[in-house]
């Protein structure tokens, strides 16, 4: 028997930089403080815990949840890259769904170091050993940090493959910033034009600095719950996890010699088809979507992949507003993680919080208007890719 999850309870801290951070275990605290109280429930009630982090030692899940309290449940400590988060949550939703818990928690925290993003060991094999050797079979190897030599090449790809201007992608960062004015847990709410983002310094292909996200300390958490365990404990039964999927790579990344499909185009392609089916909607019924524009190139290329609009014509789709307020979908109102920030292992899990907010109606000046299908889209080069589809119920404790 499958059980229908819904999301009680959410929290998250605002983003900051390293300089500004506190540590990690009690950043997790915070979080996990704030969903449970947004819950209605105490650390008493949960049955199991799934954590999730990049940078960090082993079981700092435990050394952060300890902080809450110590009743003996389990807790499961995740590491799936940018998509760590959502593969917390994915965990968390499959507990319930399959009726081996009624009240399950998922955290995501990191705390961050300045910089691109490096590789932890280097006394061993890669996980991006496969990865790399088609990236410079395809582009030639280069100094820049290798995230933006993946998803700038990606993004190059797809210019030259539609013939649109790569100055396309500085308005997606103009529009993150434009959002993220309204959403005090943002790292950066000042607005920047189009100008000064090509303006930047140039890192890799068309992307310039104001096109990548920063390296930035956070948490976020949320607590699911059975349908059945909300009536029962009139918990916030306003939000339903409809449809949940998680894709990992296939030949097509390997094999056909596109930078696009190496940055996970087909995994987030296929993850949203899974999803749509089994919610039984279109990607033309969604109202909000939170998705992973770790730089702006893949704000791009996820629009299509997502379906929001057709292969090939995002152009047209950012011209004519339909990613904003006012238009068909709005995109990334939190900011997105160019303006919020990326604390890997929290991104998902603050994902989830935004979008809650949005299908309750309290997302403030962010609020769309009528929001009721809210999609998440989380990625992780490696790869996952993670899309999450959430509906609004009529039932509201």
Avoid at 242 to 258: I, L, V
Avoid at 344 to 366: F, K, M, N, S, Y
Wanted: with cysteine; glycine share 12%; proline share 5%.
């Amino acid at each position: 028997m499958s059980h229908r999850v819904m999301v009680a309870g959410v929290g998250m801290i605002p983003f900051t930089t390293p300089r500004n951070s506190a540590t990690y275990d009690v950043m997790g605290e915070q979080a996990v403080t704030a969903a449970l109280a947004d819950a209605g429930i105490d650390f008493g009630t949960v049955q199991q815990a799934y954590v999730g982090y990049v940078y960090g030692d082993s079981t700092a899940g435990q050394a952060a949840l300890y902080r809450v309290g110590t009743n003996g449940i389990p807790i499961v400590n995740v590491n799936n890259n940018c998509s760590t988060g959502s593969s917390a949550l994915f965990l968390a939703r499959q507990a319930i769904e399959h009726g081996i818990a009624d009240v399950v928690l998922a955290l995501g925290f990191e705390q961050m170091q300045r910089g691109a993003l490096a590789m932890t060991y280097a006394d061993r094999p890669s996980p991006f050993d496969a990865f790399n050797e088609v990236v410079h079979g395809i582009q030639g190897e280069s100094d820049a940090p290798f995230a933006p030599q993946f998803f700038g090449g990606a993004g190059r790809e797809y210019a030259e493959r539609y013939g649109v201007d790569p100055a396309l992608f500085a308005e997606v960062a103009v529009k993150a910033r434009r959002h993220a004015a309204n959403n005090p847990n943002a790292v950066f709410r000042d607005p920047v034009t189009a100008e000064e983002v090509l303006a930047s310094p140039q890192i890799y292909g068309p992307l310039t600095r104001l096109q990548c996200c920063p390296p930035t300390c956070g948490a976020a958490a949320a607590v699911l719950v059975s349908e059945e365990y909300a009536r029962k404990h009139s918990l916030n039964s306003g939000v339903v996890v409809a449809a949940q999927a998680m894709t990992t790579d296939t030949d097509s990344t390997f094999g056909e010699g596109s930078m696009m499909k190496i940055v996970g185009y087909d995994m987030s392609r296929e993850a949203a088809r899974q999803v749509y089916e089994a919610a039984g909607v279109g990607p033309r019924d969604v109202d909000v979507v939170e998705l992973h524009d770790c730089f702006t190139t893949n704000e791009v290329l996820a629009y299509e992949a997502l379906g929001l609009t057709d292969e090939g014509t995002a152009e047209k789709f950012i011209a004519d507003g339909d990613n904003t307020y006012g238009g068909r979908v709005v995109t990334n109102p939190s900011g997105g993680l160019l303006s919020k920030g990326h604390p890997l292992g929290a991104t998902g899990l603050a994902q989830c919080a935004e979008l809650v907010w949005q299908l309750r109606g309290t997302a403030g000046p962010r609020q769309v208007e009528g929001a009721a299908v809210a999609l998440q889209h989380n990625i992780g080069l490696g790869g996952a890719a993670v899309v999450t589809l959430y509906q609004k119920e009529n039932g509201v404790r």
